[in-house]
């Protein structure tokens, strides 16, 4: 899939500095180097050649970019294409607002991130974990109360963007549930979240380095918008962080990670280009 077009401006600004630093370099060689004259026209094809070359590889590795770093507000933030699950200190792990940890496909998917921290990468029982998350010591207002009429799951209800941190893990709620455990979250509720979010990894990420997914990039999607790209969530997660309070301290950094298979949505190269990353 083709992100950067052939004539893009960065690529051309970019291909003109190259072509700048090889022009300078190739002039002080002549000024020593005397080039025969029937040799001129064949070096002549062979230089011409060479910056096609350049361009073309400068156009491919614009479109192939799968890791950059920008900084934003002074924190270093690193986007790119891995694994959460080999990233160093803290990995966020979104749940829903009940912290439900059962894996059955209806209220958590085998496949999400959710169900693959659950079954995969958990290191004690699930029961030890749900008893981790009840005796954790939530601030008061990330308590929203207990929805008695809830049938399956868990029924004690947290603010949207809470965190609960077990070991090198940031357990947060994300979406809303219905009746149904249907994952539910609106736009609005999307940025509440992600406001919240930040202001708790603010207050618990004690300058270890955080690693995120892009928030509603997998099985989740925002309420009215269906069509919403994963690189509009990426800059509106990068929005959000800028205009929050929450900072990370040299060495730290934030990390947001892509999934292999959606890098081909993702253009890198306009986020990398912007100021601030957005």
């Known amino acids: ?50 910056l096609l070359l350049i361009y073309f590889g400068i156009w491919v590795w614009s479109n192939k970019l799968t890791n950059i770093n920008v900084t934003i507000e002074g924190s270093d933030v690193t986007i790119k294409v891995g694994d959460i699950f080999q990233e160093p200190d803290f990995k966020v792990i979104a749940f829903n607002e009940y912290f439900d940890t059962q894996v059955d ?80 979250i ?34 989740t999607r925002i309420q009215g918008h269906k069509n919403i790209s994963d690189e509009d969530l990426l800059k509106i997660m990068l929005w959000t962080f800028r205009i929050s309070e929450m900072r990370f301290k040299y060495p730290a950094r934030l990390t947001i990670i892509i999934h292999k298979d959606k890098i081909d949505k993702i253009n890198l190269l306009d986020i990398k280009s912007a100021r601030n990353g957005i």
């Open 1 to 50: 899939m083709t992100k950067v077009s052939f004539f893009d401006r960065r690529v051309i600004e970019t291909f003109l500095k190259v072509t700048a630093f090889i022009s300078t370099a190739l002039s002080l060689i002549v000024i020593f180097v005397d080039i025969p004259k029937e040799c001129k026209e064949v070096y002549g094809g062979i230089f011409l050649i060479s």
């Open 105 to 184: 496909n209806i209220i958590i998917s085998e496949g999400s991130l959710n169900g693959v921290f659950i079954k995969e990468h958990l290191d004690i029982a699930v029961s030890d974990l749900d008893e981790h998350i009840a005796a954790y010591d939530f601030d008061k207002d990330e308590i929203l109360g207990a929805n008695e009429n809830r049938k399956q799951g868990k029924k004690l209800r947290h603010q949207i963007g809470s965190i609960c941190i077990y070991k090198d893990y940031l357990l947060t709620a994300f979406t809303k549930f219905d009746d149904s455990n249907k994952a539910l």
């Open 186 to 219: 609106t736009m609005p509720e999307y940025l509440e979240f992600l406001i919240n979010f930040w202001d708790r990894v603010n207050r618990v990420y004690a300058q270890k380095n955080v690693s995120t997914p892009i928030f509603g990039s997998g099985i």
